[in-house]
């Protein structure tokens, strides 16, 4: 961005102000662009994105000036728009307490002591360490385990560990998870929580994450590396202490797809073999020689952060006591690393747009003809960025009561670059929020296309999972990948942006954003909301289906308290 981060929204709505009073003779195009023939709808998000991806905010970090900015500005356009506070203390805030953590440079050290020689892997150009939230100082030094990806799946006969011993060792391991699984097992294990906890279970006292080559032509390890010195963050509970970390694992490291060959090429192994078998499923789990000393320094400091809740209650009597979830994340990854002179990150695809549509969404509803019946949340979460733990808090410290959450509606990253015809939903289809989508986009008039990128795992990396987890059907919805356009391939358009601008200062508002497009999403979500609001039964999992076997728990207490309402 080059214009100045210091305009003010009054000054802003000045301008608006003249120029209406003009339209007999429009002025020029000013830099920031005018759309005269925009819906209100689709300028009331404009509006809002322009601001909430300006300079001023310095990129939404959760924890910062920039982002507190951001949340009030949220807050006061639900007050704006009728919905009442639900957070803490009847204000439109829910505190959120973390830990922030911070490498020190040079902090920590990967050595590799093999066949009587020490081999010492660069920090930021071969390894990093992980934040580490337990403890400033850790040091490990043990033998060491290659572990394939560290999936233990019994349903799909795989054992990563099968014929391995673990205990006080150090796991050596790639992301991911074999390419036979089907969508869904493969975005659960490959979560690195998942990963870890099975580490943890067989003994493991560190562990060492190794990049392939085909996870580095997506995100290049020197693009991270530069970003190095970015804080991370975890909830923090009651004690001072992190939450959902895991201590047992004294170090954590990261290592090059380029370096790897420093770790794995022993034993009549190579690291370019393991990088073909993990492609083909074939990997095998074995003992590597010699010893591994990891160590890591990290700051570590209290930090706070909140969300922003407002509710629209619903209308009736009985229903109105559960709640349909809308949820955004506000936040994004701040400053950092300059590109071509930009240090700040916008975050304006990502995601000040999924907020700006649900409040257009918040906006709608709340003027409906016909008002919902159940009650409707919306939440803007913080720390999305640093591993969804706004909605991660809210989960676990709802401010209304946990099972009258009935289904969530997440909203992140629409890349909205071209006018489509369709959207992305990604999830639907483990719940019965699959026929209430169907419904809802007809009645809207877009078509429904499949996730172009599986692989991606995407359902397990945004805020809905934090619902999830706690036995709440989701659906998230994103840009669609079909242009109005004969000739135009809005694939490539999203695929050029993940490259090029993803977690990038140009994510900002000078990209061609359709917001016509995030208009017609945010009527979708607001007509899935109203939906799910006025059913006479809330959604439920699908019989059999994984996420909602493994955390779909709420159904059974909801048929409980369903008959104990009828009585």
């Given at each position: 961005?080059?214009?100045?981060?210091?305009?003010?929204?009054?000054?802003?709505?000045?301008?608006?102000?003249?120029?209406?009073?003009?339209?007999?003779?429009?002025?020029?195009?000013?830099?920031?662009?005018?759309?005269?023939?925009?819906?209100?709808?689709?300028?009331?998000?404009?509006?809002?994105?322009?601001?909430?991806?300006?300079?001023?905010?310095?990129?939404?970090?959760?924890?910062?000036?920039?982002?507190?900015?951001?949340?009030?500005?949220?807050?006061?356009?639900?007050?704006?728009?009728?919905?009442?506070?639900?957070?803490?203390?009847?204000?439109?805030?829910?505190?959120?307490?973390?830990?922030?953590?911070?490498?020190?440079?040079?902090?920590?050290?990967?050595?590799?002591?093999?066949?009587?020689?020490?081999?010492?892997?660069?920090?930021?150009?071969?390894?990093?360490?992980?934040?580490?939230?337990?403890?400033?100082?850790?040091?490990?030094?043990?033998?060491?385990?290659?572990?394939?990806?560290?999936?233990?799946?019994?349903?799909?006969?795989?054992?990563?560990?099968?014929?391995?011993?673990?205990?006080?060792?150090?796991?050596?391991?790639?992301?991911?998870?074999?390419?036979?699984?089907?969508?869904?097992?493969?975005?659960?294990?490959?979560?690195?929580?998942?990963?870890?906890?099975?580490?943890?279970?067989?003994?493991?006292?560190?562990?060492?994450?190794?990049?392939?080559?085909?996870?580095?032509?997506?995100?290049?390890?020197?693009?991270?590396?530069?970003?190095?010195?970015?804080?991370?963050?975890?909830?923090?509970?009651?004690?001072?202490?992190?939450?959902?970390?895991?201590?047992?694992?004294?170090?954590?490291?990261?290592?090059?797809?380029?370096?790897?060959?420093?770790?794995?090429?022993?034993?009549?192994?190579?690291?370019?073999?393991?990088?073909?078998?993990?492609?083909?499923?074939?990997?095998?789990?074995?003992?590597?020689?010699?010893?591994?000393?990891?160590?890591?320094?990290?700051?570590?400091?209290?930090?706070?952060?909140?969300?922003?809740?407002?509710?629209?209650?619903?209308?009736?009597?009985?229903?109105?006591?559960?709640?349909?979830?809308?949820?955004?994340?506000?936040?994004?990854?701040?400053?950092?690393?300059?590109?071509?002179?930009?240090?700040?990150?916008?975050?304006?695809?990502?995601?000040?747009?999924?907020?700006?549509?649900?409040?257009?969404?918040?906006?709608?509803?709340?003027?409906?003809?016909?008002?919902?019946?159940?009650?409707?949340?919306?939440?803007?979460?913080?720390?999305?960025?640093?591993?969804?733990?706004?909605?991660?808090?809210?989960?676990?410290?709802?401010?209304?009561?946990?099972?009258?959450?009935?289904?969530?509606?997440?909203?992140?990253?629409?890349?909205?670059?071209?006018?489509?015809?369709?959207?992305?939903?990604?999830?639907?289809?483990?719940?019965?929020?699959?026929?209430?989508?169907?419904?809802?986009?007809?009645?809207?008039?877009?078509?429904?296309?499949?996730?172009?990128?599986?692989?991606?795992?995407?359902?397990?990396?945004?805020?809905?999972?934090?619902?999830?987890?706690?036995?709440?059907?989701?659906?998230?919805?994103?840009?669609?990948?079909?242009?109005?356009?004969?000739?135009?391939?809005?694939?490539?358009?999203?695929?050029?942006?993940?490259?090029?601008?993803?977690?990038?200062?140009?994510?900002?508002?000078?990209?061609?954003?359709?917001?016509?497009?995030?208009?017609?999403?945010?009527?979708?979500?607001?007509?899935?909301?109203?939906?799910?609001?006025?059913?006479p039964q809330r959604p439920r999992w699908n019989a059999g289906d994984f996420f909602g076997e493994r955390f779909g728990g709420l159904d059974a207490r909801a048929s409980s308290r369903g008959a104990a309402a009828t009585r």
């Open positions: 961005m080059r214009h100045s981060p210091f305009r003010s929204v009054v000054g802003l709505c000045l301008i608006v102000t003249l120029a209406a009073c003009q339209r007999a003779a429009p002025p020029p195009p000013a830099p920031d662009g005018y759309d005269e023939s925009a819906g209100a709808d689709a300028r009331r998000i404009e509006s809002d994105l322009r601001f909430l991806a300006d300079d001023l905010l310095e990129g939404r970090e959760a924890g910062t000036r920039g982002y507190d900015l951001a949340a009030l500005y949220v807050a006061e356009r639900l007050r704006a728009i009728g919905l009442r506070p639900a957070g803490d203390d009847g204000r439109y805030f829910q505190r959120v307490p973390l830990l922030r953590a911070k490498r020190v440079d040079g902090g920590g050290s990967l050595v590799i002591h093999r066949d009587g020689a020490a081999t010492a892997l660069k920090f930021r150009e071969q390894f990093l360490p992980q934040l580490n939230f337990d403890r400033g100082d850790a040091r490990v030094s043990a033998a060491a385990v290659f572990v394939g990806q560290a999936v233990r799946a019994p349903e799909l006969q795989q054992d990563d560990f099968a014929g391995v011993d673990l205990r006080g060792k150090i796991a050596v391991l790639f992301h991911g998870a074999p390419p036979r699984f089907d969508t869904d097992r493969h975005a659960f294990y490959s979560s690195f929580r998942e990963k870890f906890a099975a580490l943890v279970e067989r003994g493991a006292i560190g562990a060492v994450i190794v990049s392939t080559d085909d996870e580095e032509k997506r995100q290049p390890w020197a693009r991270g590396a530069e970003n190095w010195a970015r804080p991370g963050m975890r909830l923090r509970d009651a004690d001072g202490r992190a939450l959902d970390t895991f201590p047992q694992l004294q170090v954590i490291a990261q290592v090059s797809a380029a370096s790897a060959g420093a770790l794995l090429d022993a034993g009549g192994h190579t690291a370019a073999a393991l990088f073909r078998d993990a492609r083909e499923g074939k990997l095998r789990s074995f003992a590597l020689p010699g010893t591994i000393e990891l160590s890591a320094q990290t700051r570590i400091e209290p930090a706070e952060s909140r969300n922003v809740v407002a509710v629209l209650p619903g209308t009736d009597a009985a229903l109105k006591r559960e709640h349909v979830l809308f949820s955004a994340h506000l936040d994004h990854i701040g400053i950092g690393a300059p590109v071509q002179g930009d240090a700040i990150y916008n975050g304006a695809l990502d995601n000040a747009l999924g907020v700006a549509i649900m409040l257009e969404a918040a906006q709608q509803l709340a003027r409906s003809k016909t008002p919902p019946k159940r009650s409707l949340l919306f939440v803007a979460v913080t720390a999305e960025e640093k591993g969804l733990l706004g909605a991660e808090w809210y989960a676990r410290h709802p401010t209304v009561p946990r099972d009258s959450l009935v289904a969530n509606v997440n909203m992140d990253m629409p890349v909205l670059l071209v006018p489509t015809r369709d959207v992305v939903p990604i999830g639907v289809e483990h719940s019965s929020l699959q026929a209430v989508l169907d419904r809802a986009a007809d009645e809207v008039g877009v078509s429904l296309s499949p996730d172009p990128s599986p692989q991606e795992s995407v359902f397990i990396r945004s805020d809905q999972f934090a619902f999830i987890r706690a036995g709440v059907p989701a659906v998230y919805l994103t840009g669609g990948v079909k242009a109005r356009q004969s000739g135009v391939d809005a694939g490539k358009h999203q695929r050029d942006f993940l490259s090029e601008r993803y977690h990038q200062p140009g994510d900002d508002a000078t990209q061609p954003i359709q917001y016509g497009d995030a208009a017609r999403l945010a009527r979708l979500n607001a007509r899935i909301g109203q939906s799910i609001a006025d059913a």
